[in-house]
């Protein structure tokens, strides 16, 4: 079952080229970029493996320790000890190094370059975080257990993991401004897709948004763009339930009213 998979020879990036992580805020074409949070899912994660083994004869062995690794329902019982630790580039392949832009997510401010855009966290609800500190009531700031800060880097048993779902809901965490303070488990294809879509869709919600958006747009694309919004189905890919598909199109009607009226406005 693994062999197939590793004689594919999944390649690494060219220099110049590596894939758009999905890090960072604001609007822009990057959103719209096919490859957009690309270095997020598990293709990359391969990729990092591979680029990361520098001989040869290893690279099939640590595609294969991957490829098993990823089926262990909490990676904090991959922790082997000081002595057996697992290289990094193996917490790498099954880590994301920082934070992901959940801005999307988020809810609506009065800050207008900071406002979320209030989707369901969907299928991203229960992606795995992890962090060496995620609870403010300890001393010490919350890491990525990737980041350079950490002792060893790589994930201790002693580690915490939480869930994208939690995150809202918590507050006063202390943070480390160079990681974020957690790694997220690589996306699944069906997760990408939806963090993908989603960061779309509050792309097109900031070109409706006439107090930050001055560029002129074309309302009949973004109506074409919204249509194709409207009937995002993770089931198409993982056939998983479609948690908070009700506020998904409460959002896309909301845009198609927005986009009418400018339209209407546009025309002569």
Request: charged residues 25%; negative net charge.
């Amino acid at each position: 079952m693994i062999s197939p998979w590793t004689e594919e020879g999944v390649p690494a990036p060219e220099a110049g080229d590596a894939p758009s992580s999905g890090h960072g805020h604001g609007h822009g074409h990057a959103r719209q970029d096919g490859n957009f949070g690309a270095g997020l899912g598990l293709a990359a994660g391969a990729q990092d493996v591979v680029r990361r083994t520098y001989r040869e004869r290893d690279k099939e062995h640590d595609l294969r320790l991957l490829a098993m690794a990823r089926g262990v329902s909490d990676l904090r019982s991959l922790e082997m000890g000081r002595s057996g630790m697992l290289p990094l580039a193996m917490w790498e392949g099954l880590l994301v190094p920082g934070p992901l832009d959940l801005l999307p997510f988020g809810p609506s401010s009065a800050d207008r370059w900071r406002s979320g855009g209030c989707l369901p966290p969907g299928v991203l609800g229960q992606a795995q975080i992890y962090a060496t500190n995620s609870d403010p009531k300890f001393e010490g700031r919350g890491n990525s257990p990737l980041c350079r800060h950490t002792r060893v880097r790589g994930l201790a048993a002693s580690d915490d993991l939480l869930t994208m779902a939690d995150l809202p809901a918590r507050d006063g965490w202390d943070w480390c401004s160079e990681c974020g303070g957690y790694a997220v488990r690589r996306l699944t294809d069906t997760q990408l897709s939806y963090y993908r879509a989603a960061h779309r869709l509050h792309d097109i919600a900031g070109q409706l948004d006439e107090r930050t958006h001055r560029v002129p747009v074309d309302p009949d694309a973004l109506l074409k763009q919204l249509d194709e919004f409207a009937d995002w189905l993770p089931g198409e890919h993982e056939g998983c339930d479609w948690d908070g598909s009700w506020r998904w199109r409460e959002v896309i009607r909301d845009l198609r009213r927005k986009a009418g009226r400018k339209r209407g406005h546009a025309a002569p």
